[in-house]
């Protein structure tokens, strides 16, 4: 078996963040699952102080709606993040293109996005990169904030200071904070109300709020009724999202205001109900505003004071009130007493994949060689530049609407005694990439397995490092 450390297995690969992959670990014993971040310190080492930091502030908090930092391990060229595994996949992965999902849904996503913005910020901590792919889901559907690499602490004993640093991605990233200097709460307010007008209307409202951005000034002035994703919002979304795509961060409203509105305390029905859910359009695609600009950028990082510099760092203990389910045996990856990283060479047969309920896969009914041609077949027909490694995994590149990269990754595996083709975001939009994702498969509808399918727990697959 493919082992991280004594006793943890590795599983498949979660996602692929900034610096590096994310992986499954599971304890042999226990069954218990962990994600580990791991970064990559001979291709970035400036990594090493993103990290740092990170990880400091991660340490820090303790919410049902944020990812649970549970440690790090630090070796001469590789930083592990130990996390909590948010089974659930993406939220991205709910989100239809340019539809969205139910305002029950919504609304309940959108909830707990402001429990865990309201508790980051009564901890002095800003996100600053809050957007569909940086919220998780458990096995509960409920949501988890994750990645902290931009985040930083903005009031410490009682004095809040302003922030400098221009970072967050494009789309997400409120007015201020291109200007700079800002307040730290209304930008990841802004941010909030950008994920609102995604999960209700499946697009991005702008590339950027800047005045040269014409759907941006659309929106200022007040004129954009006709507009898409405006027009697929009803009246009480829309005077929420009004409220907090407010130009001015000093009008902006708080939490507090975002809490009593009437969209957000309002009682939607659960299922098959569409109260306050206007289905798009779909003739009128011409209005569809292109929203592609994922550009993640950072240009200064200030220290962090009292940041901690000891290389393995335990501090399970120091987390008064820690109450999720906290792995038994984590300090096996926590310590790094000796050399224990085995990682061997590829082993298909005994590594294990945990299935997060991602909606970008599918099964079909050919066998994995015709799978593989009629994919790439496909891909090319689609003017897709493909590469296949020797593990089998398909890399497609593209450019998007807004001529920025568009990376993912196909792997097709056998399951069951049945064939997973089974599609990942490496780098760009998520929404681009669903949209491209569904594009593909509408290609493949002949080939597609229809119906129910049963799907285990842990089942071999993939390719391990
Ligand atoms: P990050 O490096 O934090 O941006 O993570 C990259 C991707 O890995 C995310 O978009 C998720 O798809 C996946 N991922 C990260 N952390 C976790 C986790 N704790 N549980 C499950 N998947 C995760």
Redesign the pocket.
């Known amino acids: 078996m493919t082992e991280f450390v004594d006793g943890w297995i590795f599983g498949h690969t979660?996602?692929?963040?900034?610096y590096g992959e994310?992986k499954l670990l599971l304890n042999k014993s226990t069954g218990e699952a962990v994600?580990m971040?791991m970064i990559d310190l001979e291709k970035h080492p400036d990594a090493r102080q993103t990290v740092r930091k990170e990880t400091a502030i991660h340490r820090m908090l303790s919410n049902p709606n944020i990812?649970q930092y549970f440690g790090k391990r630090s070796e001469p060229n590789m930083e592990y993040i130990f996390?909590?595994?948010?089974?659930g996949?993406?939220l991205f992965d709910r989100i239809e293109p340019d539809v969205g999902m139910s305002a029950w849904e919504a609304q309940k996503y959108f909830r707990q996005l402001i429990s865990a913005v309201e508790y980051l910020h009564s901890k002095g901590v800003a996100h600053r990169d809050l957007k569909p792919?940086?919220l998780?889901l458990d096995e509960n559907d409920n949501l988890k904030i994750?990645?902290f690499?931009l985040a930083t602490i903005y009031r410490m004993q009682g004095k809040e200071r302003c922030l400098e640093r221009r970072c967050g991605t494009l789309p997400y990233v409120a007015p201020e904070v291109l200007l700079r200097p800002y307040h730290a709460e209304p930008a990841d307010i802004w941010s909030c109300g950008i994920i609102l007008v995604a999960l209700l209307a499946g697009e991005l409202p702008w590339d950027q709020s800047l005045a040269e951005c014409p759907e941006y000034m659309t929106w200022r002035n007040g004129k954009y009724m006709s507009f898409t994703p405006w027009r697929k919002l009803d009246n009480s979304s829309l005077s929420l999202i009004r409220n907090i795509l407010t130009h001015s961060p000093s009008s902006r409203c708080t939490i507090q205001d975002i809490k009593r509105h009437r969209w957000f305390v309002k009682k939607f029905q659960k299922a098959g109900s569409i109260e306050g859910y206007i289905r798009p359009d779909e003739t009128d695609s011409r209005q569809v505003l292109e929203d592609e600009n994922l550009t993640r950028f950072c240009l200064s990082q200030p220290e962090l004071p009292g940041i901690e510099t000891n290389t393995v760092q335990i501090n399970l203990e120091e987390r008064a009130g820690f109450s999720f389910s906290q792995p038994a045996h984590i300090e096996d990856l926590l310590l790094c007493t000796q050399v224990q990283n085995k990682f061997t060479q590829p082993s298909q047969q005994n590594t294990f994949q945990r299935l997060v309920r991602r909606m970008t896969r599918f099964f079909v009914k050919t066998e994995l060689e015709e799978t593989v041609k009629r994919l790439i077949n496909s891909l090319n027909n689609e003017s897709y530049t493909c590469r296949i490694n020797d593990c089998g995994t398909i890399t497609i590149s593209s450019m998007d609407r807004r001529k920025m990269p568009l990376v993912f990754k196909a792997n097709i595996v056998e399951m069951d005694g049945k064939i997973l083709v089974d599609f990942r975001l490496s780098k760009g939009c998520g929404l681009e990439f669903k949209r491209r994702f569904v594009k593909i498969k509408s290609l493949l509808e002949d080939i597609i397995l229809k119906g129910p399918v049963t799907w285990p727990i842990a089942v071999a697959t993939e390719c391990m490092p």
Do not use: M, P, T
């Open positions: 979660l996602g692929e963040g900034a994310v994600a971040k990812v996390l909590e595994y948010a089974s996949g993406e792919e940086n998780l994750s990645d690499g």
